[in-house]
């Protein structure tokens, strides 16, 4: 439970941390994808939206936060109920 609502900060103010990731994911529509597919970004904030979606709520992989589809289907769960 940590582990996802730690993940869960990464969502907001991620455009950095997205340029140095090799992949991230959605925890809305649950896709997995590299971050040079993202095109669109909440400006004001430097956060992104999914491609697959267009919901802010992309995460990058980190070294301790390693992406899975089980990993974001339970942060799903937990923020989207």
């Known amino acids: 439970m ?11 103010r ?6 140095s990731a090799e992949r991230c994911g959605c925890f ?7 971050p040079a597919a993202i095109k669109e970004w909440v400006e004001e904030e430097d ?3 999914c491609p697959h979606c267009s ?9 301790l ?3 899975s ?3 974001l289907e339970e942060m799903h769960e ?3 109920g």
């Open 78 to 80: 937990l923020w989207f």
């Open 69 to 71: 589809t089980d990993f």
């Open 47 to 49: 956060t992104a939206l």
């Open 55 to 63: 919901i802010d709520s992309v995460i990058p992989e980190l070294p």
């Open 28 to 34: 809305y529509c649950c896709a997995i994808f590299s």
């Open 65 to 67: 936060l390693p992406l």
């Open 2 to 12: 940590e582990n996802i609502k730690s993940a869960h900060r990464h969502s907001e």
């Open 14 to 19: 991620n455009k950095k941390a997205l340029a």
